[in-house]
């Protein structure tokens, strides 16, 4: 059956068994009771009960007839068969339940009984992407990658250090760095020397050199957000595109970040090179060298290299400052609707 919601006056389309029963709107969430269907046409309506006999008409004897009519005719009602011959004496019973129509009435719907919403609120996410961009500013100067024998740092490299092709030694351990390296013994002083040195990483170099206008402009966009500024009329026009920018600006520089994950950082780079030099030149030594004991001379030389937990909270949080800045950027384009929510029931 169709109707119209009380409340919004949406129209609804009800199945016919949930008639008299409490219906919700999925529109507006108000619950109702459906109304009753009318009986249908030929369907059949019981006779009102039989009054009872007056109380000086004696048990048993025919009721006198209404202004002279003639009597009415006497019910009939259903008998039940006799039972066969040797069945159970409750048989009878049995036939005559059995015989009557089961109507199983349809089950009641069940509605949910708890909810909580979660509104896309650009006034909280804003203050997530800066505190994102904070952590992951603060994190860069943290060792990234390094050589770590033993759980010890004997060589580290920062995000700073991996784009400028800097490193910080252990001085303990300065004079075995090339047994650290892997550097084959077999190299010179010079060689030696470059082999010991990782270098830059070119897409580290373009993440950090991003990074600091990421940083920046996140706080100065936040700022503009909270503060009446008095800024240029150029600068007003693009305040409706002011967290857009920043979303472009950091996906750019997490994607270098990406890159320098898949293709490594040179400091991984220059120990996986050293190492494969020490594995060719102990073929080239030994023709009969077992592919076992390459492959466990190899991987000897690149256990000790690591990345360090700052790098992964360095790439979750730098994805949390995108897509809270793209979140709060399609929030404000949306003008006067409302906000954007998730409603969770139970």
Known sequence: ??????????????????????????????????????????????????????????????????????????????????????????FAAQSAVSAAPSVSAAPAPQDYTHRRSLWV??????????????????????????????????????????????????KDFEKKLPEFMSVPPAEGEKEKKQAERPGASGMTLLYVLLLVPTFLLTIAVAVWDVLPLN????????KPWRWGIVAAIALLAFVFLVLQLFTGFSLENRVQTNVE??????QARVDTTPEKEVAMLRGIGLSPLHRTAALDWVVWLHLL???????????????????????VLW
């Open 321 to 343: 400052a995108v897509v809270c800045a793209l979140l709060v950027f399609w929030t404000e384009r949306r003008g006067a609707r409302p906000l954007p929510r998730i409603d």
């Open 121 to 170: 609120s650009p006034r909280f996410l804003r203050w997530v992407a800066v505190a994102a961009v904070l952590v992951v500013f603060v994190l860069s100067f943290f060792p990234w990658v390094g050589v770590y024998p033993g759980r010890v740092g004997v060589v580290t490299q920062s995000a700073w250090q991996a784009g400028f092709g800097g490193e910080s030694i252990d």
């Open 1 to 90: 059956m169709e109707l119209l919601c009380p409340t919004c006056q949406k129209k609804l389309t009800i199945p016919d068994h949930f008639a008299g029963q409490t219906a919700k709107c999925p529109e507006c969430g108000n619950t109702f009771t459906a109304p009753t269907l009318p009986p249908a046409s030929g369907a059949f309506i019981p006779p009102p009960p039989i009054p009872p006999a007056p109380a000086s008409v004696a048990v048993g004897a025919p009721a006198p007839p209404p202004d002279g009519h003639a009597p009415a005719p006497a019910p009939v009602l259903y008998t039940p068969p006799p039972p066969a011959a040797g069945a159970h004496p409750d």
């Open 231 to 238: 800024l240029p009329a150029g600068i007003q026009r693009l």
């Open 277 to 282: 030099r020490s594995v060719k030149d102990l």
